[in-house]
């Protein structure tokens, strides 16, 4: 069955850094990108960065641009989002989903798999 697997959530203090993988069991004719979200209490879901397949392209959030870092590895049909200069209002959960990435599009979308999500908390 299809599914996305989101791993390495955790609490941090502001300032620190996390390290999230996202496995991917999709069959690769039902996607060409990957994206990930987030959603803190109360706030709408937000798109955090996606990447194409191949890695050619990727999108970023403006809240996170310069900050947070999305790359494949291929090895192990994931993605990673690096997440530095974590700040309070990083604080959610995250999810990835698998889609796909329309041409002359800026991001990814058409998600048709999402994963069940890792908690990501910032303190001050």
């Known amino acids: 069955q299809a599914r996305l697997v989101e791993s390495g959530g955790d609490s941090v203090q502001a300032g620190g850094s996390l390290r999230l993988s996202c496995a991917v069991f999709v069959a690769t004719y039902k996607y060409n990108c990957v994206g990930w979200f987030r959603q803190a209490p109360g706030k709408e879901r937000e798109a955090v960065a996606s990447?194409?397949?191949?890695?050619?392209?990727?999108y970023y959030g403006d809240s996170v641009k310069g900050r947070f870092t999305i790359s494949q590895d291929n090895a192990k049909s994931a993605v990673i989002l690096q997440m530095n200069s974590l700040m309070p209002e990083d604080t959610a959960m995250y999810y990835c989903?698998?889609?796909?990435?329309?041409?002359?599009?800026?991001?990814?979308?058409?998600?048709?798999?999402w994963g069940q999500g890792t908690q990501v908390t910032v303190s001050s």
């Open positions: 989903a698998a889609g796909n990435w329309a041409r002359g599009a800026m991001a990814c979308g058409q998600y048709n798999t």
């Open positions: 990447i194409l397949n191949g890695g050619d392209l990727a």
